[in-house]
């Protein structure tokens, strides 16, 4: 018997590890549903003359096998699952009449109201799994999903999840936008009972904690910078150790000039356990909201991503500013704005063209970015009568001459 809308369907979740499951075609339906039967074990069998480059990838990667030839009759022995997903209705319709007769659940891609299994919009968040099935609204299952998943990473549902384990959480915040946090980072976040930030986290995201957070703002602290920084590491061991879950919250990658490793060791060093979660950095961020690609085909092979927080010519200056200037192809300088004069004429002294585009991208992400176009021998002088202000990104080379129409 096929589905029908006079029935409600009943929502299963189908143990499929190292089970045989059956996908008849290879078109864009099965590369979609093929990629989470390989998440669950499944042991897949694609039946179909031709597939998708996507598919192919994954024969050749040995995660499924492929019959290279039409469906027939028998193909279905010995699976626990099946989907018909060929363009063809009567193929299709074909292979759910085998599945019946072997009493083998199957999904028809084409035709949901006639098969004996429906596929949900489905999604994973923390060790949850989310479907939702609309009685084959495809859209309207997909974007119920999708609004879960975001209420969840985003603390709006409550979970009644109980607090993570006393420890600290090093958490990427992103260039500066709080959308562009990762959903680990959020999710995490969400849980904090203490959060130690500054300014160059994505702040907007404060207003999401409870009441009951505390929030210490590093960037206060009275010290030193090296002095700050042992503070900080201070201050994340003695909460952690008090028992409380503490997300280090950083902008952009806490390890791209993050001092983030530092805190780990410090944590390390004091039994503290540390969770590392990535972050999208500004270095790659602030060009590309501006509409400039770090790397393009035929322009730019290869990216240097630079510290700009001591002078080339300081005895603490670990590049090596002689190779920089000998290279074409892209340089990134980060909490350079105070030094670009010197970065610049360093850069031109050592082979770099003057004429060289040069991106300045302030605040990139917020909603007080702002770009400057310039040269490397103009740089300085038009950070300057553009009253360029830290934090800011600095694209030198050929990519910096290139602009596409980005937006939201």
């Known amino acids: 018997m096929s589905l029908s809308a006079q029935h409600e369907q009943y929502l299963v979740g189908l143990d499929l590890a190292g089970r045989r499951v059956v996908v008849v075609?290879?078109?864009?339906?099965?590369?979609?549903?093929?990629?989470?039967?390989?998440?669950?074990?499944?042991?897949?069998?694609?039946?179909?003359?031709?597939?998708?480059?996507?598919?192919?990838?994954?024969?050749?990667?040995?995660?499924?096998?492929?019959?290279?030839?039409?469906?027939?009759?028998?193909?279905?022995?010995?699976?626990?699952?099946?989907?018909?997903?060929?363009?063809?209705?009567?193929?299709?319709?074909?292979?759910?009449?085998?599945?019946?007769?072997?009493?083998?659940?199957?999904?028809?891609?084409?035709?949901?109201?006639?098969?004996?299994?429906?596929?949900?919009?489905?999604?994973?968040?923390?060790?949850?799994?989310?479907?939702?099935?609309?009685?084959?609204?495809?859209?309207?299952?997909?974007?119920?999903?999708?609004?879960?998943?975001?209420?969840?990473?985003?603390?709006?549902?409550?979970?009644?999840?109980?607090?993570?384990?006393?420890?600290?959480?090093?958490?990427?915040?992103?260039?500066?936008?709080?959308?562009?946090?990762?959903?680990?980072?959020?999710?995490?976040?969400?849980?904090?009972?203490?959060?130690?930030?500054?300014?160059?986290?994505?702040?907007?995201?404060?207003?999401?904690?409870?009441?009951?957070?505390?929030?210490?703002?590093?960037?206060?602290i009275p010290y030193g910078r090296a002095m700050a920084q042992e503070k900080i590491n201070e201050l994340l061991i003695e909460h952690a150790q008090a028992g409380k879950f503490v997300v280090r919250l950083k902008g952009g990658d806490p390890f791209v000039y993050g001092r983030g490793f530092e805190e780990v060791q410090a944590c390390a060093a004091a039994g503290v356990p540390v969770t590392v979660v990535p972050g999208i950095t500004s270095a790659f961020a602030a060009p590309a909201v501006a509409g400039v690609p770090v790397s393009h085909r035929g322009v730019a092979h290869e990216i240097v991503v630079v510290s700009g927080h001591v002078a080339p010519d300081d005895p603490r200056s670990l590049t090596d500013w002689t190779a920089l200037g000998r290279m074409t192809g892209t340089i990134v300088l980060m909490m350079a704005v105070e030094r670009l004069g010197r970065f610049a004429e360093t850069l031109i002294a050592n082979g770099r063209d003057p004429e060289t585009p040069v991106l300045i991208v302030q605040d990139g992400t917020t909603r007080i970015e702002r770009s400057v176009r310039t040269t490397l021998a103009e740089a300085e002088r038009d950070a300057k009568a553009h009253e360029v202000s830290p934090p800011a990104i600095v694209v030198v080379g050929p990519v910096a001459g290139l602009e596409a129409p980005v937006g939201e």
Not at 64 to 73: E, K, L, M, V
């Open 25 to 220: 075609g290879g078109g864009q339906v099965a590369q979609r549903r093929v990629t989470r039967l390989i998440a669950a074990g499944a042991h897949v069998e694609v039946v179909s003359p031709e597939v998708t480059p996507a598919v192919e990838g994954m024969v050749s990667a040995g995660e499924i096998s492929w019959t290279h030839r039409g469906w027939a009759d028998g193909d279905l022995d010995g699976a626990w699952y099946a989907m018909a997903a060929t363009d063809d209705p009567a193929v299709n319709a074909a292979v759910l009449d085998e599945a019946e007769r072997r009493r083998v659940f199957c999904v028809r891609a084409d035709d949901a109201a006639h098969g004996t299994a429906v596929t949900p919009a489905t999604g994973e968040h923390d060790g949850l799994t989310v479907g939702v099935l609309a009685h084959g609204a495809h859209r309207r299952s997909a974007a119920v999903r999708t609004a879960l998943l975001e209420a969840l990473a985003s603390g709006v549902v409550d979970e009644k999840a109980e607090v993570p384990q006393a420890g600290v959480a090093l958490v990427g915040g992103g260039p500066g936008d709080p959308e562009l946090i990762t959903v680990r980072g959020r999710r995490l976040l969400s849980r904090a009972q203490v959060v130690v930030t500054d300014r160059l986290g994505p702040r907007d995201l404060m207003d999401e904690l409870g009441n009951d957070v505390e929030v210490i703002d590093a960037s206060k």
